[in-house]
């Protein structure tokens, strides 16, 4: 005989019933999100690989992180003039072709400044996507922007977990393979978009190239753009800097940032939603901020030891996997502006001016030693915890309107 449900059993199936009964028009756009966060994880098994064979410095392979970041933050500046012009889906298509092109591109690439002017090019079609399906999904999604936003980052930590094992079964066969991988499953979601997202109307007012500044004019979107750039600092310095230092071939390094993604994937969905109800969305980000700065001391002071950092590397997936999710939130309702131009601003500031990360962090391994990137690392992201913590006040709202949503 079946017992009958509790209570919180009743509230719990409730919320994940209304969390899954989305319109096809979402699962669409998170179904191409999968695929596109897959691009970032399927390259990082194999950048050991790509310096050897195209005889480049651990410096210049950071290049395709910073390329990539630094071109994604300019054109986040155009994605909201581009896409009220043009509308979602045209700017989703464009945006997933681009990306298209030049991961093909830059698997058929002969030299390392190739292969970092396609990943810029990459980061163009990057922002275009990204920008756009972030606000697609919160606009037509039921139930609220929060749980559209874990939708969102679902979709980010599954292809980000999933992308390093793909990455290094195909980085075990050539390093060209995650490039034209990634190539071919964009292609994919462009297919997807095409038949499963209906036309949408045009916004009613266009978006100017001066919107996005004139967002940071809120005191509470710029602290979380500053946060996020120290964020992002440490992040890059993990995904970009690691793999030099684990010296694993690229099926472990594919196991090792599966199992962060993984963790990353989970907390997002899980954990992050119950930190914010319990602590507040700032008292949360600060607790994350600092859990992963600890472990990027960690790193730096036991660098030699591999299963250490094997180990920090897969625990740092929980501390970003609910920083993310809070951050994303934060964004969406720190200022009264389209959500679109508020992403737009945030993400200029945290990919433009983290986009030095990943290339100075190889850089201060070349001039002093390889456990000064990371102390470096735990130094900038711990800088993020005292942005948000002075900027706190600028931030007390963010709570309320979550639970009023």
Same mark, same amino acid.
């Given at each position: 005989?079946?017992?009958?449900?509790?209570?919180?059993?009743?509230?719990?199936?409730?919320?994940?019933?209304?969390? %899954?009964?989305?319109?096809?028009?979402? &699962?669409?756009?998170?179904?191409?999100? !999968?695929?596109?966060?897959?691009? *970032?994880?399927?390259?990082?098994?194999?950048?050991?690989?790509?310096?050897?064979?195209?005889?480049?410095?651990?410096?210049?392979?950071? *290049? %395709? @992180?910073?390329?990539?970041?630094?071109?994604?933050?300019?054109?986040?500046?155009?994605?909201?003039?581009?896409?009220?012009?043009?509308?979602?889906?045209?700017?989703?298509?464009?945006?997933?072709?681009?990306?298209?092109?030049?991961?093909?591109?830059?698997?058929?690439?002969?030299?390392?400044?190739?292969?970092?002017?396609?990943?810029?090019?990459?980061?163009?079609?990057?922002?275009? @996507?990204?920008?756009?399906?972030?606000?697609?999904?919160?606009?037509?999604? $039921?139930?609220?922007?929060?749980?559209?936003?874990?939708?969102?980052?679902?979709?980010?930590?599954?292809?980000?977990?999933?992308?390093?094992?793909?990455?290094?079964?195909?980085?075990?066969?050539?390093?060209?393979?995650?490039?034209?991988? !990634?190539?071919?499953?964009?292609? *994919?979601?462009? *297919? $997807?978009?095409?038949?499963?997202?209906?036309?949408?109307?045009?916004?009613?007012?266009?978006?100017?190239?001066?919107?996005?500044?004139?967002?940071?004019?809120?005191?509470?979107?710029?602290?979380?753009?500053?946060?996020? %750039?120290?964020?992002?600092?440490?992040?890059?310095?993990?995904?970009?800097?690691?793999?030099?230092?684990?010296?694993?071939?690229?099926?472990?390094?594919? @196991?090792?940032?599966?199992?962060?993604? /993984?963790?990353?994937?989970?907390?997002?969905?899980? !954990?992050?939603?119950?930190?914010?109800?319990?602590?507040?969305?700032?008292? $949360?980000?600060?607790?994350? %901020? /600092?859990?992963?700065?600890?472990?990027?001391?960690?790193?730096?002071?036991?660098?030699?030891?591999?299963?250490?950092?094997?180990?920090?590397?897969?625990?740092?997936?929980?501390?970003?996997?609910?920083?993310?999710?809070?951050?994303?939130?934060?964004?969406?309702?720190?200022?009264?502006?389209?959500?679109?131009?508020?992403?737009?601003?945030? $993400?200029?500031?945290?990919?433009?001016?983290?986009?030095?990360?990943? &290339? /100075?962090?190889?850089?201060?391994?070349? &001039?002093?030693?390889?456990?000064?990137? @990371?102390?470096?690392?735990?130094?900038?992201?711990?800088?993020?915890?005292?942005?948000?913590?002075?900027?706190?006040?600028?931030?007390?709202?963010?709570?309320?309107?979550?639970?009023?949503?």
């Amino acid at each position: 005989m079946k017992s009958a449900s509790t209570p919180i059993e009743t509230e719990v199936q409730s919320r994940s019933g209304r969390l %899954l009964d989305q319109p096809k028009a979402v &699962w669409a756009v998170a179904f191409a999100c !999968v695929i596109s966060f897959m691009g *970032l994880g399927l390259v990082d098994p194999i950048l050991p690989a790509i310096a050897s064979k195209l005889h480049a410095s651990p410096s210049q392979v950071s *290049l %395709l @992180f910073s390329s990539y970041t630094l071109i994604t933050g300019l054109a986040m500046l155009i994605t909201g003039f581009v896409s009220s012009r043009l509308g979602t889906k045209w700017t989703l298509l464009s945006g997933t072709l681009l990306i298209v092109i030049f991961a093909v591109c830059g698997g058929l690439s002969s030299t390392i400044e190739q292969l970092v002017g396609f990943r810029a090019g990459w980061g163009l079609g990057n922002a275009l @996507f990204i920008a756009t399906a972030l606000s697609a999904i919160v606009g037509l999604s $039921s139930g609220g922007p929060a749980k559209a936003i874990i939708l969102y980052e679902a979709a980010l930590g599954l292809g980000i977990s999933v992308g390093p094992l793909l990455g290094g079964e195909l980085g075990s066969i050539s390093w060209r393979g995650p490039f034209l991988g !990634v190539g071919v499953l964009m292609a *994919l979601a462009f *297919l $997807s978009i095409v038949i499963l997202l209906p036309k949408l109307p045009k916004p009613k007012t266009r978006t100017s190239l001066a919107d996005p500044f004139k967002a940071l004019r809120y005191r509470s979107l710029f602290t979380l753009g500053i946060a996020a %750039l120290c964020y992002n600092f440490g992040f890059f310095t993990l995904m970009a800097y690691t793999p030099f230092v684990m010296n694993l071939n690229e099926h472990g390094l594919g @196991f090792v940032f599966f199992g962060w993604g /993984l963790l990353l994937a989970i907390t997002s969905v899980f !954990v992050a939603p119950k930190l914010q109800n319990r602590f507040g969305t700032v008292g $949360s980000m600060s607790a994350m %901020l /600092l859990c992963f700065a600890l472990t990027l001391l960690v790193m730096g002071i036991w660098t030699s030891s591999q299963m250490t950092v094997i180990s920090a590397v897969v625990i740092a997936g929980a501390f970003l996997g609910v920083n993310n999710t809070l951050m994303t939130t934060a964004v969406m309702l720190a200022a009264p502006v389209e959500r679109s131009t508020a992403s737009a601003a945030y $993400s200029f500031i945290r990919f433009v001016f983290g986009a030095i990360g990943p &290339w /100075l962090a190889s850089k201060l391994a070349e &001039w002093y030693n390889p456990h000064v990137p @990371f102390y470096v690392g735990a130094l900038v992201v711990a800088c993020g915890v005292a942005a948000i913590l002075s900027g706190r006040r600028h931030l007390q709202h963010i709570d309320t309107a979550s639970a009023a949503h």
